[in-house]
């Protein structure tokens, strides 16, 4: 059987992210619920296979740069596909643009600091940026915590292997 290289570890984990996601949608209706955080730990997962292989492999040269490379390569990849994903759902979902405006609309009411023109205004400009501040945020939340993950689990694999030469 072929090894998986960390761009193909990182294919693998994204598309089961996104099935996963897909299911926990359709099967709750949104994704304002606690089963999302296994979508989040297969993204943990997908990074730390990716080291863990690397770390057992011929070219581990037990350098920070050398696992940090492997993982970047695995939630690079992730980070695409997810931000692909993030903008296909909201496209082919355009009710949620229309949620998030009536949920702000309410909130902003209850403030009671906004006459109806600034709410309107508001809402205007909270539905043109809707879609750019999920995918912003999207991409910003996946490149930290593949950072952290991969930082995290090379510090561990270094170590390990320090204290077992």
């Known amino acids: ?14 598309i089961a992210m996104i099935l ?14 606690k089963l999302q955080y296994i979508t989040y730990s297969i993204y943990v997962a997908g990074i730390i296979w990716t080291l863990i292989e690397f770390s057992r492999s ?23 596909l997810m ?10 979902q ?15 009411v209850k403030t009671g600091n ?3 023109p600034e709410i309107e205004e508001k809402l205007t400009v909270a539905k043109k940026s809707f879609i750019p501040s999920l995918v912003m945020g999207a991409i910003f939340g996946y490149l930290v915590i593949g950072a952290m993950v991969t930082a995290i689990t090379a ?7 320090k204290t077992s030469a």
């Open 20 to 33: 996963v996601s897909v299911i926990i949608y359709y099967t709750k209706g949104n994704f304002e619920n």
């Open 83 to 92: 931000v692909v994903f993030t903008v296909a759902f909201l496209l082919l």
């Open 94 to 108: 355009p009710q949620l643009k229309d949620e998030m405006a009536v949920f702000y609309r309410a909130e902003l």
């Open 114 to 116: 906004y006459t109806l």
């Open 1 to 14: 059987m072929m090894a998986l290289n960390a761009t193909k570890k990182g294919m693998v984990t994204g």
């Open 155 to 161: 510090g561990f694999l270094m170590q390990k292997i």
């Open 58 to 80: 011929q070219n581990n040269s037990n350098k920070f740069g050398a696992y940090f490379s492997q993982g970047f390569k695995c939630f690079i990849v992730v980070t695409l």
